[in-house]
């Protein structure tokens, strides 16, 4: 709760009180573009996620068990990364505009029009391509729970496919696919890549311009409190949409839903259906950056790669296994405690997952500076020495940034590893004269070994593909593999931010690896 509660007091209480000049300058142009970027992402993320959902759940086409999978692909490629190679790939300079040329023999932009590629229809197109497997994942999940006599009965009334899909599967997946529509429009409230190289002043640039440009930290920390707010809007609308809602199954043994086959130009149409989301959201961004990286191998041998590789490990590293020791740590004593208050306090811990990090950037440094500068005072008199400043100074900013940020995810990994272990096993420990801290080594701890490894892991890849609060806590001539892809290409360098680029994707698509296990699992 420190970084919310120091970004409220600061907003409350800032040195130069700027809040008049934004609202009658760049406030409202802000708040204008951030709501149109979230409602329009959110809205393609929910119709090509869903869409695809249905296809791959209630039909068989050519490919359709094995874009079943492909279309989690982008889950491991972060937006900023598509933002930057759909630049590339499109500019006047790129290899489409070049081929149009060559193809017509057009001798300028003068000849010919071509949508500007630096705009907000086009970040919303890169953000929903980056972003619609959160649907996609929800709303596949709710398509294949539903009970198949529902579709049966509809089609002996005379329902079409349409007025299936219309009447009937997307009805019963509303709080799913509702649910990840949540999540997208927060992300994209969020993102800070995309918009910046995409000359898009969202409230989330508007901290970094107003903080690093004019150098007012009151201001910064009042436009974070304007985020937190559309986040907490958000999720109310969302929970508030799903608890007038009621899905019930209707008996215990339900026959699953059976996919129809299409046949002919159909089943294709189809098949290219789905392949486009895959294609503009994996494809394009891995073969773009894969191009630049062969072309110029002598990008991989940088010093500047190896040191934020190396960066990225540690600051990762360290932030997901301090994240995930604390996740076992509370949930287990949780479980022990007697009282009520520690139950009600953990989902608090929960809240920095749903804070932008820019905000929680915010709201870190100012506590961290001034608890530096008063440790580093106390060693001064005590010493004689003057330590500099230790957290400020170093990564251990960006690491409590990654652990408040992820905490929710190793949380709920771990909460629901301790739910699969039987009660009687640590009961059975206990009666045999194990304490509360050998039953957890010696009985949850082989048991939850698996879970706690994949907690560590999604924390792990979260933490390598984190751009804003990174860019603004980490120290001087610190770089890791995101700061590194975005100050390269920020310098329409992208030859240079291919190789960082490839190896975030690369870690990326464990995490993708993870999750399509535990569907294939869940469908099994």
Known sequence: MVPILSVVWTALNPTENIWPHLMATT?????????ILALGTGALAAAVGAGAAWLVTMYRFPLSRLLEWLLLLPLAVPAYVGGYVVVDFLEYSGPVQHGLRHLFGWQSARDYWFPEVRSPGMAIVVMAAALYPYVYMLARAAFREQPGGSYEVARALGSGPLSLALRVGLPLARPAIAAGTAIVMMETVNEYGVMSFFSVQTLTTGIFSTWLEAGNVGGAAQIACLILAVILTLMALERKGRARLRFHATARQRRPVTPQALEGLVAWGATGL???PFAVGFVLPVGVMLSHAVASPTSWADKGLARAFGNTLMVGGLASFLTVAAALFMVYGV?????????????LTTIGYAAPGAVLAVGILLPLAALDHKVADLVLALTGHDPGLLLTGSAAAVVFAYSVRFFAIAQGAVDAAFGRVSPSLPMA?????????GTLRDVYLPLMKGSVGT?????????VKELPATLLLRPFN????????????SLENISGAAPAALLIIAVGLC?????ARANFAGRR
């Open 511 to 515: 995490a993708v690896a993870l999750l």
């Open 478 to 489: 610190f770089n890791t593999l995101a700061t590194r892809t975005h100050e390269k290409a």
């Open 455 to 463: 907690a560590l892991l999604l924390v792990f890849v979260d933490c």
């Open 335 to 347: 479980r022990l405690a007697r009282g009520r208050g520690p139950r009600y306090l953990l989902p």
């Open 27 to 35: 406030l409202p142009r802000y708040v204008r573009m951030t709501v």
């Open 274 to 276: 789905c392949l486009v």
């Open 429 to 437: 420990a206990r009666s045999l004269g194990r304490s509360e801290g």
